[in-house]
């Protein structure tokens, strides 16, 4: 059982430096709380480790937060996972019927926002092997090249992280994610767990299916230019 953990280049150096081998498609275990959080809202609020590789993992976190009152819920949610040698990276979109349907596995333009530049052995794709993890992460960035419709700044596309590289995801199936609710069945015995009403569409999994399926097609592996600095891409 495993929760991950928000990405970044200083928490998971040797995964930031290491190279793609594979792309897939796959579920992460949200668990988030509220009474009313999903009949009348579909906004809720991403906290650190929240996200988890399995149910269980999302469960056994639940009982430990558990206080008098508390509803729990755990959404299945689609995810582009990359593999290295090193460990994953899984990139997921919350508050969206269709995680990801924005994002494009080809660059939608070569220009950079002002004062940005290219990370080493930048790509116009990185759903290909041997791409940099540091890269294929930032071109999730709000700011990113890869955008056709750019999603909320804040709250929205979020990236985690494992070192376990051969960390054991639920692979993406044909059906809907699924959904359970918490309720109690008294302070002396664990939470129980119900089947909650449907949050997800039919096409909830096809865009994140679609751009896995892209791995090998062939990638734009240009090198940086003389003159090109490391920096946060796109």
């Not at 926002?113 to 071109?139: E, F, H, N, Q, W």
């Not at 929205?156 to 994610?177: G, Q, R, T, Y």
Request: charged share 20%; hydrophobic share 35%; glycine share 6%.
């Amino acid at each position: 059982m495993t929760r991950l953990y928000s990405f970044s280049e200083s928490s998971f150096a040797k995964l930031a430096r290491s190279k793609v081998k594979s792309v897939e498609a796959a579920y992460l275990y949200y668990l988030f709380q509220g009474r009313n959080a999903w009949h009348s809202t579909w906004i809720t609020q991403y906290a650190e480790g929240c996200m988890h590789s399995d149910l269980d993992s999302a469960k056994a976190t639940a009982e430990r937060r558990r206080t008098q009152g508390s509803v729990f819920y755990i959404a299945e949610m689609p995810s582009l996972v990359f593999r290295s040698a090193s460990g994953v990276i899984a990139v997921t979109q919350i508050n969206s019927a269709s995680p990801l349907s924005g994002y494009s596995a080809n660059a939608m333009t070569d220009r950079l926002p002002t004062g940005v530049a290219k990370v080493r052995g930048a790509r116009d794709c990185y759903i290909s092997k041997g791409a940099p993890m540091l890269g294929a992460a930032l071109s999730f960035d709000q700011q990113s090249r890869f955008w056709r419709e750019r999603p909320p700044r804040h709250n929205a596309v979020i990236l985690v992280a494992s070192e376990e590289a051969k960390l054991l995801l639920s692979p993406v199936s044909s059906s809907k994610p699924s959904s359970v609710r918490s309720y109690s069945n008294g302070s002396v015995y664990r939470l129980g767990w119900s089947v909650a009403s449907d949050r997800h569409g039919d096409t909830a999994t096809r865009p994140i299916k679609t751009l896995s399926s892209q791995f090998r097609l062939p990638a734009d592996a240009r090198q940086p230019a003389r003159g090109e600095v490391d920096g946060p891409e796109e």
